[in-house]
């Protein structure tokens, strides 16, 4: 019996960055089936669907506030583990995801590896 493949799912806006992020872990996470959308409502729906384990998610979307999506996912599914990802990285918005229930912060114009790292680490 084949296991079942783990889920991660990439809510991120920028087609760019979406594509990276693909490239760079569908080769080291071969047990986990990568999905990505690019805003916030169709992050809740596929949320909904799939169950993710892990969701990398970025803080400034077209239609919902990832922090907003941040405290949704928190609430419905606290086991999933959320990684926030912004080019806006003061204190302030570091401190307010951490407090809302996020599983780490990486600023993505600094430390993208670090945050690709730290999924691959995950064992998923």
């Not at 047990?31 to 892990?54: F, M, Q, R, W, Y």
């Not at 919902?64 to 599914?77: C, E, F, M, N």
């Not at 918005?93 to 993208?112: L, Q």
Request: charged share 25%; proline share 2%.
């Amino acid at each position: 019996m084949k296991a079942k493949k783990r889920q991660l799912l990439i809510v991120e806006d920028s087609a760019l960055i979406v594509k990276r992020l693909l490239a760079t872990l569908e080769e080291d996470l071969s047990n986990t089936e990568i999905s990505a959308v690019l805003n916030g409502t169709d992050a809740l729906a596929v949320i909904h669907d799939i169950k993710p384990e892990v969701v990398l998610l970025d803080i400034h979307l077209p239609d919902i506030s990832g922090i907003d999506v941040l405290k949704t996912i928190r609430h419905a599914y606290p086991d999933t583990s959320v990684i926030m990802l912004s080019n806006h990285s003061a204190t302030h918005t570091r401190t307010t995801c951490m407090n809302a229930g996020a599983s780490a912060f990486y600023d993505k114009s600094k430390e993208f590896q670090l945050a690709i790292e730290h999924v691959k680490n995950l064992e998923l």
